[in-house]
């Protein structure tokens, strides 16, 4: 059984950072694509990043490039995403997701979703 679970999110404030975390557990990953999504009280859920379990290719969206970095630990069956330069506009409940496809940014093509860890940045 296939489990992601997220942590590291919380409270920032406007320029700082958090690290979130998800840990992949119940399969081989290593032909999968790991994303990272948010969804804002009263929005549709979007893509933030994805990166490609081998070779470690990677994607962003417009939004976070240059602040949000996605990178992935094998041994530790751990995927990150280290967001710097925080702002007001990044608070909203991250999702980790996998799929077995190249680089895919749409959420409903995503197979599995771990819980969600809320994001709430203060100006």
């Known amino acids: 059984q296939v489990q992601l679970v997220e942590s590291g999110g919380g409270l920032a404030q406007a320029g700082g950072s958090l690290r979130l975390s998800c840990a992949a557990s119940?399969?081989?990953?290593?032909?999968?694509?790991m994303g990272w999504f948010r969804q804002a009280e009263g929005k549709e859920r979007e893509f933030v990043a994805c990166i490609r379990w081998s070779g470690g290719s990677t994607y962003y969206a417009d939004s976070v490039k240059g602040r949000f970095t996605i990178s992935r630990d094998n041994a530790k069956n751990t995927v990150y995403l280290q967001m710097n330069t925080l702002k007001p506009e990044d608070t909203a409940v991250y999702y980790c997701?996998?799929?077995?496809?190249?680089?895919?940014?749409?959420?409903?093509?995503?197979?599995?979703w771990g819980q969600g860890t809320q994001v709430t940045v203060s100006s």
């Open positions: 119940g399969r081989t990953f290593s032909r999968y694509t």
């Open positions: 997701a996998a799929v077995s496809a190249y680089l895919v940014v749409r959420p409903a093509e995503y197979d599995y």
